[in-house]
């Protein structure tokens, strides 16, 4: 029996993100006692006009639908069947510190999620969430890479 009962699996929809899906799904094919969350973060981040303002916008409940649950559904198929209890959630925020403030405020026992594996520049310019996860969480991560 596995002492993993609540599983926090960060979704973008990336190619690394369905691995880490079908990761965890392999992780808790038995384990009835064990609940996956699937979460997608819908980036939210400000904007700023040329004299310096800055606004943050917020998209509509039909947008965030419209847009995570294409991610979500795609996620849950590749977890597959499963014991396990499987949900969805989607939130707004900025994703590292969402999915590191979820997995806090809802005691996960794991976090998983995949590397995106944006190119070393890209990486360099605007960092990693799976990186910036590991730095900020307090408990355990797995990243898929691949």
């Known amino acids: ?43 939210i981040y400000p904007t700023y006009d040329l004299n310096g303002f800055g606004s943050v916008p917020i998209p509509s409940d039909a947008e965030i639908a419209e847009a995570t649950g294409p991610v979500l559904d795609d996620a849950v198929r590749a977890i597959g069947e499963v014991a396990a209890h499987v949900e969805t959630r989607s939130e707004l925020g900025a994703p590292a510190e969402t999915i590191v403030e979820i997995a806090d405020k809802g005691d996960y026992d794991l976090i998983v999620l995949g590397r995106r594996g944006h190119n ?8 990693s969430v799976s990186d910036r996860v590991v730095h900020l969480a307090r408990r355990p991560v797995v990243v898929v890479n691949g």
């Open 120 to 127: 070393p520049l890209v990486t360099l310019l605007i960092g």
């Open 1 to 43: 029996m596995s002492v993993l009962r609540k599983i926090l699996l960060a979704t973008d929809g990336s190619e690394n993100a369905q691995n880490a899906a079908a990761w965890v799904g392999r992780l808790v094919a038995g384990e009835s006692q064990a609940t996956v969350t699937v979460l997608n973060v819908f980036p």
